[in-house]
């Protein structure tokens, strides 16, 4: 079955405690990307890689590394997690990108950070 | 970056209604795609509609794209409690950016 997974799907954390969300496609897609979503403030997007070694600052990249060392898998790292990061995390990734692909979301990971 | 806004920013309506969703965005786009969330999950992809074409159908939904007046709308026709969800345009930021997601509709179909 086509799909994304995100590890873990809730967590709860304290401040400054590292910590790496996973993700992982079984599509062989070039693009993946990073979201996080916040009441009032919709989606937006932390970090994305259209393939193996790249990756692009998104909208609010601040506070988060990825690494994508494996086209399967692009993690999500928060070296010193901070409470405003608490937040529903996506991880999504596509075939053709943003020009005539479809997104494929994870299930989301819910995040708090204390 | 752009973002397209989506209006309004809830709708609830009966079952078996129509239910209307509209999109702005501001610069030129290259398509334009429609995403369902339900409450807490993962979007799912529901149409992609390119800046050639006027109009797209895929089951019981309609998508128009007005390049002119930068705007899509989106009609779920014969509305159901299942549909009840939000709703987000997407669109390119320019012509070689990432997908920049509008803030979405909420609709609830109340059976």
């Known amino acids: 079955e086509a799909q994304v997974t995100q590890n873990p799907r809730y967590l709860i954390t304290v401040t400054g405690k590292k910590l790496t969300v996973t993700c992982s496609q079984n599509?062989?897609?070039?693009?993946m990307s990073w979201y996080r979503q916040d009441p009032g403030l919709g989606l937006r997007q932390i970090y994305y890689s259209m393939n193996v070694e790249v990756t692009d600052k998104g909208d609010v990249p601040e506070g988060y590394k990825v690494s994508r060392k494996e086209k399967r898998n692009f993690p999500l790292i928060l070296e010193s997690p901070s409470p405003n990061q608490t937040s529903l995390y996506f991880c999504?990734?596509?075939?053709?990108?943003?020009?005539?692909?479809?997104?494929?979301f994870g299930e989301g990971s819910r995040l708090t950070v204390l | 970056s752009q973002q397209g806004e989506e209006d309004p920013q809830a709708l609830s309506i009966q079952e078996g209604e129509n239910a209307t969703m509209n999109c702005s965005y501001k610069?030129?786009?290259?398509?334009l795609q429609w995403y369902r969330q339900n409450s807490g999950r993962g979007l799912v992809h529901l149409i992609l509609?390119?800046?050639?074409?006027r109009e797209k159908h895929s089951g019981r939904l309609r998508v128009t794209l007005d390049t002119s007046k930068k705007s899509s709308s989106l009609l779920i026709t014969a509305s159901r409690a299942a549909d009840t969800a939000s709703y987000f345009c997407a669109t390119p930021d320019s012509g070689n950016t990432p997908l920049v997601f509008g803030k979405g509709t909420r609709l609830s179909v109340i059976a």
């Open positions: 509609i390119r800046s050639n074409e």
């Open positions: 610069t030129s786009i290259n398509n």
């Open positions: 599509m062989n897609h070039e693009y």
């Open positions: 999504a990734s596509s075939f053709q990108g943003q020009f005539g692909g479809e997104l494929f």
